[in-house]
């Protein structure tokens, strides 16, 4: 098993390339079982998730080949439909596969999903929008148990609280349904919008992007289709965060700077120099001056403070000069990334959801040895690493590799001094 070692305390320089969004490769990666044929995807990243995914489609039939940043995927191919536990246990996304097998298929079993261990995300979301459209949804050994006589029908489905996955799962459902169906609170992320704009190129009729209600009009087949996955927001918010927080002067290449509009802002507050264009961002920030303003942060679903840019701001706010209260509001366990800041020096409180972080200063942190406890709070880790003094070990980097693409490229790449050993 390998893990990363950082030399800290050098400022980051330079520019960086942000890779396609795991978040919105995955739902279209799983959309490619909705239709016969070859779809394209291009910028998809080359990560753990996404190669789970793929080997997920190869277990229910289809084929896929991929060039560099671009997949093809032959659909044709779909005659199971069961996603097992010995794949699914590694990505709770592989839960999106349960809405496309529904609407081609009439049945699905997949197992209860795994993931990162950052508390519960129920399923009980996808489940009671399924049932709204005529399936039959049971729970036993593990697995969801699905199927329909017949197609799907359009209904209303109302989130109680916005859900990412269960929105795409329910878009990608509804699109081959009889009738209409409506999807109220539906979650607003880019990555959705993405979707929406793949399923539409292959047929469907969907009026409400971007927005919290989506209409979905049934249509009786779908077609193969090409589509590019949008930049990713959170790999573009992390390397803006690590500049913050090791000092420097680096420019976020081909993102989106639209899509993190509550992280901009809240850089801009703790003293972080922002300048944005079109499809980049440059982040200014002096190294070794007590300059980084303490900034409060709520998570909130989108357009608010991303969830998964939460455990990296913590790390920014540990080399602040002051306090700050960091409220997570999505998931309940997603502080795990604490007692790993607190070896390297973090003077971090947590009581329940919140999280008080007195921040000591440029230099308040140290490089010590540290584990990854999930895919966030591993990248939180590497920000800390970069900006603390001496030698960081970080172990469990299979977490990271879930979602960062070639990370230790790039950060040399921007003057850092990383690199992967055997444990």
């Known amino acids: 098993m390998e893990k990363l070692v950082i030399e800290g305390g050098k400022p980051l ?97 997949v197992s209860l999903p795994g993931g990162c261990a950052i508390g519960a995300r129920p399923i009980n979301f996808h489940l009671m929008g399924f049932e709204q459209l005529g399936v039959q949804c049971e729970l036993e050994h593990g697995y969801v148990d699905a199927h329909i006589d017949g197609r799907m029908h359009g209904g209303t489905v109302c989130f109680d609280i916005p859900s990412v996955t269960g929105t795409e799962n329910l878009l990608m459902a509804a699109s081959l349904a009889r009738g209409t169906t409506n999807i109220k609170n539906a979650a607003r992320e880019p990555e959705i919008g993405n979707l929406v704009d ?154 329940g959801r919140i999280a008080m972080v007195k921040g000591a200063g440029a230099n308040a942190l140290t490089g010590a040895q540290v584990m990854a406890t999930d895919l966030r709070a591993s990248s939180s880790l590497v920000i800390a690493g970069l900006a603390a003094q001496g030698r960081t070990d970080i172990s469990r980097i299979y977490h990271l590799e879930r979602g960062y693409e070639d990370m230790v490229e790039k950060l040399t790449g921007l003057g850092a001094t990383v690199w992967k050993e055997e444990e």
């Not at 520019?15 to 739902?27: D, H, M, Q, R, T």
């Not at 394209?40 to 940043?69: F, K, M």
């Open 13 to 109: 320089h330079g520019e960086v390339k942000i890779s396609g969004a795991k978040n919105a490769a995955l739902p279209l990666i799983a959309a490619a079982l909705l239709a016969p044929g070859v779809h394209v995807l291009h910028n998809v990243p080359d990560l753990r998730d996404t190669r789970t995914i793929l080997r997920l489609l190869e277990s229910l039939g289809l084929t896929w080949e991929r060039l560099g940043a671009t997949l093809r995927i032959d659909g044709s191919g779909l005659k199971y439909s069961e996603a097992s536990y010995d794949l699914v246990k590694t990505m709770r996304a592989s839960i999106l596969v349960l809405g496309p097998l529904l609407a081609r298929l009439g049945r699905a079993k």
């Open 198 to 351: 793949m399923l539409i190129a292959m047929g469907a009729d969907i009026e409400g992007k971007d927005s919290d209600r989506l209409t979905v009009h049934g249509v009786e087949k779908l077609t193969a289709a090409e589509s590019t996955i949008i930049p990713d927001r959170i790999e573009a918010g992390t390397y803006a965060i690590a500049a913050g927080a090791a000092g420097g002067d680096a420019v976020i290449q081909n993102c989106e700077p639209s899509h993190l509009p509550s992280l901009l802002e809240k850089l801009q507050l703790a003293g972080i120099g922002v300048d944005v264009g079109d499809t980049f961002f440059r982040v200014t920030a002096p190294k070794g001056v007590n300059t980084i303003r303490p900034v409060d942060v709520t998570t909130m679903p989108y357009p608010g403070y991303p969830t998964d840019l939460q455990a990296q701001f913590m790390a920014l706010m540990a080399c602040s000069n002051g306090v700050s209260v960091i409220h997570e509001t999505i998931f309940e366990n997603r502080f795990m990334h604490v007692a790993e800041l607190q070896r390297m020096g973090a003077h971090i409180q947590v009581d």
